[in-house]
């Protein structure tokens, strides 16, 4: 099929688009109880906004909820059974923090193929305390055991490279971190769903313990309870059911290409660009060969080199948005919000860069200029992000279309931004899975 | 004495180097693409555009650049092995790239080395180390050191 010949354009009258109905969260916390409870309050939330009846609902998508590698409770059935059972067909994803987006994916699949015309996404986690963790027993074939038992590499020590490397490479500070918290700090506290409400300051930030250098506590975000919820439909549906909806214009879930020349968790190493550069020739023994191409230190403090070892190639993050654009025949210059993924404060940075609102190098900047937070050019992360959430694994993809749509919408409250027409949401699961929704009205 | 050397993971390194200053990571080669792999494939080249299946273990190259650092200030969670009983020491975390094979690889640096010791660009070495030890063996790893550090 000619996706793209779809989508383009943006004309109603023939799209991969889909409706989203209605949305609905439960707070996040750590309130101790069930997924499925959380879930199934998102749920009803979601299909109270829509107005429409449970039992209207033809397909069921559970983003999974994971402990330790065990499901425990397949997400979608467990949502279909705690809401009652009414016959609708049933799905369930797993792709770690992609989760939701994998979801909402499947929704839509089945909808533009005609196979359901109301779709549930539901996605909800009640984390455990502290540093994600994997199963026990000895498992030396699961990169993400090794890298604990190896390295005691926790996924902070991940976002700790990447903000050290940051700061070699772009001069980013510690300081420029803390304002990306303080920014995302004021937003969640104009949002009811967040779970932490209140201001934080740079001082606040600086004075938390660090966790992994440069990182400190208040530069990650942490482990949370909650909830998110969607009902999306065909545009038939919509149209005879709404006279407002907002439209998916496009849902990324695409995979890196080798070689993936950033470190990613939970890796060893990258792939080697080495043997697999047209410039190089394919059948030469890379060994001992120091291309003049590779990326010297040097270059890398005069700032002028994107990290990575390979300047002219757009990284896993960037290709994630740029799917998203192509799908949905939109640019970042067209973009009224974005939410991403800031699992730590300067991952934030990375995704300015990465989703195309500045050149690699220049996200503090922007950041500095204002341009990011409520009331700049282009809000990200007006819901307060991860900063003000915590991770609720399956449901934070779900969450960041939430958000877009209550934007879209203008029911946002005090973090309202004026006019919103297009948002994009990113993020990434672990072992390579990209996820991003474009959003318009 | 007599607790077995036993590498944490077996094939990533040298086992048993004449030498210290021969230890080596160990990755495969492709041998119809030449594209490198570390963790090691053995069965199948992972390169999109090649079919291969010849996968010949090669040494790394010993000394890289740092790429990036960080250190682990809190406890991690198994099955990371450490005394409980014990404070916690804050260990280091090491991204090297290595300029031949065009890759990133991590690994702890020597005990000792702290981040205030590192800057991106410095350029380390692979060395020896050991990653803990219990009743019957002392399991063996890889360490990153800058190079001109005392062994």
Redesign the interface.
């Given at each position: 099929m000619d996706h793209l010949a779809l989508a383009s354009g943006g004309s109603a009258a023939v799209t991969g688009d889909v409706a989203v109905l209605g949305a609905g969260m439960h707070p996040w916390g750590k309130w101790g109880r069930g997924f499925t409870e959380y879930g199934v309050a998102a749920a009803r939330e979601a299909l109270a906004d829509a107005g429409l009846d449970w039992t209207r609902v033809t397909l069921v998508c559970g983003a999974q909820t994971v402990r330790g590698g065990y499901p425990g409770h397949v997400a979608g059935a467990a949502f279909a059974r705690a809401l009652g059972w009414q016959g609708a067909r049933v799905s369930s994803s797993y792709a770690a923090c992609a989760s939701g987006a994998q979801a909402v994916n499947t929704a839509r699949a089945h909808i533009l193929a005609g196979m359901a015309d109301v779709a549930l996404v539901v996605g909800a986690d009640a984390a455990p305390k502290?540093?994600f963790?994997?199963a026990?027993g000895?498992r030396?074939d699961d990169?993400d055991?090794?890298?604990?038992?190896?390295?005691?590499?926790?996924n902070p020590?991940y976002f700790?490279?990447?903000?050290?490397?940051r700061m070699?490479?772009h001069g980013d500070t510690a300081e420029d971190f803390a304002l990306v918290k303080v920014k995302n700090a004021a937003a969640g506290a104009a949002n009811p769903c967040a779970r932490y409400r209140r201001a934080v300051t740079a001082d606040e930030v600086a004075a938390s313990?660090?966790?992994?250098?440069?990182?400190r506590l208040l530069d990650i975000c942490a482990t949370s309870d909650g909830a998110a919820a969607l009902v999306l439909s065909s545009m038939e549906f919509a149209r005879r059911h709404t006279a407002h909806p907002v439209w998916i214009t496009a849902v990324s879930t695409v995979t890196p290409?080798?070689?993936q020349?950033v470190?990613e968790l939970p890796?060893?190493?990258?792939?080697?660009?080495?043997?697999?550069?047209p410039a190089a020739g394919?059948?030469?023994?890379?060994?001992?060969?120091?291309?003049t191409g590779?990326?010297?230190?040097?270059r890398?403090?005069a700032g002028t080199v994107h990290a990575g070892?390979?300047p002219d190639r757009a990284g896993f993050r960037a290709s994630i948005a740029a799917a998203a654009y192509e799908e949905a025949g939109a640019g970042p210059e067209d973009l009224d919000l974005a939410e991403v993924y800031d699992l730590s404060t300067a991952l934030e940075l990375q995704w300015y860069e990465d989703i195309g609102l500045c050149p690699p190098g220049d996200a503090a900047r922007l950041l500095r200029e204002g341009a990011t937070g409520l009331g700049g050019r282009i809000p990200v992360n007006p819901s307060g992000g991860l900063a003000s959430f915590g991770e609720a694994v399956p449901a934070q993809a779900i969450a960041q279309v939430c958000e877009a749509v209550r934007q879209l919408r203008g029911q946002a409250g005090d973090r309202q931004i004026e006019g919103a027409r297009v948002a994009l949401t990113a993020n990434q699961g672990l072992f390579g899975h990209g996820s991003s929704v474009v959003v318009v009205r | 004495m007599g607790r077995a050397r036993t590498p944490?993971?077996a094939g990533w390194f040298t086992e048993e180097p004449e030498r210290p200053e021969d230890f080596r990571l160990l990755g495969t080669?492709?041998a119809d693409?030449?594209?490198?792999?570390?963790?090691r494939e053995d069965d199948f080249c992972?390169?999109?555009?090649c079919c291969g299946t010849r996968l010949l273990e090669?040494p790394l190259?010993p000394r890289g650049?740092?790429?990036?650092?960080?250190?682990?200030?809190?406890r991690?969670?198994?099955?990371?092995?450490?005394d409980p009983a014990r404070e916690w020491e804050p260990?280091t975390?090491v991204?090297v790239?290595l300029?031949?094979?065009?890759?990133?690889?991590?690994?702890?640096a020597v005990p000792g080395i702290t981040?205030a010791d590192l800057?991106?660009?410095?350029e380390v070495e692979v060395v020896p180390g050991v990653?803990n030890e219990d009743d019957e063996r002392v399991w063996t790893?890889w360490h990153w050191r800058p190079v001109g550090a005392r062994p």
């Open positions: 502290g540093f963790a994997p026990g000895e030396a990169p055991w090794l890298r604990f038992r190896i390295l005691g590499a926790t020590a700790a490279l990447y903000a050290r490397r070699a490479v313990p660090v966790v992994a250098d440069p990182l290409r080798f070689p020349t470190l890796d060893f190493a990258t792939d080697s660009a080495a043997g697999t550069d394919t059948g030469k023994d890379g060994a001992g060969t120091v291309r590779a990326v010297q230190a040097g890398d403090h070892t390979e | 944490v993971v080669r492709c693409c030449s594209a490198v792999f570390f963790p992972r390169n999109p555009a090669v190259s650049r740092v790429w990036s650092f960080t250190d682990g200030r809190y991690p969670p198994a099955p990371y092995v450490s260990y975390l991204a790239e300029a031949a094979e065009r890759m990133v690889v991590l690994g702890q981040v800057a991106v660009g410095m990653l790893t």
